[in-house]
């Protein structure tokens, strides 16, 4: 027997009916003869009766729900994930713009400061140079007058084979050996001091002419030096701390100096 069923417009009919729907008289018909479309109608039916359940089984989720306040709130919610992923972008770009400046102040500061540390040092050594000048000249012309020799013509030999080292916070002359090497006075290690140097310049048959001669003769050198030996007599403190100067004047006036 077969199956008709009458629908005023076709959209009152099912979608899965729609396609096979007859028009006739202004209305829409469907008919079913064969047991094969009948089957076919029932499992048609069941699935859109699962679907329907399935659909109200989701709408009873919202009872109570105001849908324009949810829709709303949705639409907040992705306005904000838009502007959080537009903010995680921005922020990559400016800690990427951070990191390039922060290198560049490092950079820069790191420069400054080799710069700054590059001067010190060639301040420092060229004070370093002074004072190891001004040390071995006090030291070298009190050793030369004591010895009653000519610092103007000893003192740039003995500079030629002196340097400053630091012992201890302590800074000394060092006497050294034609290969640059630290003279030692004796087989105890006792060190080779200016004064020993002095003495050994004095024996020199070259350095020994500039020299106050021993004796009762002697040249007009030694007449020279025996009316210096007239000059002033003060102590070594006393001439160390004189500028050099002052030094050259006191041993150019004939001035003696004791420990």
Not at 150 to 163: A, D
Not at 192 to 219: C, N, Q, V, W, Y
Request: hydrophobic share 40%; no cysteine; aromatic share 6%.
């Amino acid at each position: 027997m077969p199956i008709e069923q009458i629908f005023e417009t076709k959209e009152e009919a099912p979608e899965f009916l729609r396609a096979a729907l007859l028009e006739k008289d202004g209305k829409f018909v469907f008919s079913a003869e064969t047991a094969q479309e009948i089957g076919g109608l029932k499992k048609a039916l069941e699935a859109e009766r699962k679907q329907r359940a399935e659909a109200e089984k989701t709408l009873k989720q919202f009872d109570g729900v105001d849908l324009e306040q949810y829709t709303q709130l949705m639409k907040l919610q992705e306005e904000a994930a838009a502007q959080k992923a537009r903010d995680t972008g921005d922020w990559a770009t400016r800690e990427s713009q951070l990191k390039a400046q922060l290198a560049a102040d490092l950079q820069k500061r790191e420069a400054h400061y080799t710069a700054e540390v590059q001067g010190r040092e060639a301040r420092l050594s060229l004070m370093q140079r002074a004072l190891n000048d001004a040390l071995i000249n006090s030291e070298a012309v009190a050793a030369i007058t004591n010895a009653k020799g000519v610092p103007e013509l000893l003192l740039p030999h003995v500079l030629r084979q002196t340097q400053i080292i630091e012992d201890d916070g302590r800074f000394m002359v060092q006497v050294l050996d034609p290969q640059g090497q630290p003279r030692i006075a004796d087989i105890k290690g006792t060190p080779f001091t200016i004064r020993h140097l002095i003495e050994e310049m004095k024996a020199d048959p070259i350095f020994g002419r500039a020299f106050e001669a021993t004796g009762a003769g002697g040249s007009g050198a030694q007449n020279g030096n025996k009316a210096a030996g007239n000059g002033k007599s003060i102590s070594r403190a006393a001439f160390d701390a004189m500028d050099p100067t002052a030094k050259m004047q006191h041993i150019r006036s004939g001035g003696r100096i004791h420990d």
